[in-house]
T-cell receptor
């Protein structure tokens, strides 16, 4: 079974609005990562937050991590049409440097 | 793209035939992974490798085998393809960063088993 689950499964917003996606996981982790996937393409790494961090920023991305609730959120501010993609969280485990992925959130940003 | 290529990029085959997918990397990474991606399931790990001739099973390894005879190549074989193995297959490598291990993905192989 998957380690992570994401919510919502799909999200549609207008350009300029903020988009928030949530991720929950089941076991202890070393880190939590977020990836983007454009339709028909491979996954692109966006940001990594370590288990001892609570918040991290990268450009228009803000990620939070709450290890007590085993959850993370990804906020995209001032969204653009080019942000339209699927977003996946992945929990990083130490064994085998493995990641376990959630089912993803499909984001559509309307111009 | 971390120097990862996959071949073929698209393949159509018939049930019962063997299929081998190739992942090639140019940057000498130790860890390599094979995932499949299906609607509603996200990415699921099939097998991974932590060095030449060192491999281990992932979440959905049944019906798949792998081999790694050289650092740069990681092969995924479907010994006798079934329709349930129709999927998009992604290869990945793992790279150490300041925060931990980050994975970088190849472009994927679309496999259709008729």
């Amino acid at each position: 079974s998957q380690q992570g689950e994401e919510d919502p499964q799909a999200l549609s917003i207008q350009e300029g609005e903020n988009a928030t996606m949530n991720c929950s996981y089941k076991t202890s982790i070393n880190n939590l990562q977020w990836y983007r996937q454009n339709s028909g393409r491979g996954l692109v790494h966006l940001i990594l937050i370590r288990s001892n961090e609570r918040e991290k920023h990268s450009g228009r991305l803000r990620v939070t991590l709450d290890t007590s609730k085993k959850s993370s959120s990804l906020l995209i501010t001032a969204s653009r049409a080019a942000d339209t993609a699927s977003y996946f969280c992945a929990s990083g485990l130490s064994a085998g440097n493995m990641l376990t992925f959630g089912g993803g959130t499909r984001l559509m940003v309307k111009p | 793209d971390a120097g990862i290529t996959q071949s073929p990029r698209h393949k159509v085959t018939e049930t019962g035939t063997p299929v081998t997918l190739r992942c090639h990397q140019t940057e000498n990474h130790r860890y390599m992974y094979w995932y499949r991606q299906d609607p509603g399931h996200g990415l699921r790990l099939i097998h991974y490798s932590y060095g030449v001739k060192d491999t281990d099973k992932g979440e959905v390894s049944d019906g798949y085998s792998v081999s790694r005879s050289k650092t740069e190549d990681f092969l995924l074989t479907l010994e006798s393809a079934t329709s349930s193995q129709t999927s998009v297959y992604f290869c990945a490598i793992s790279e150490s960063t300041s925060g931990g291990e980050t994975q970088y993905f190849g472009p994927g192989t679309r496999l259709l088993v008729l």
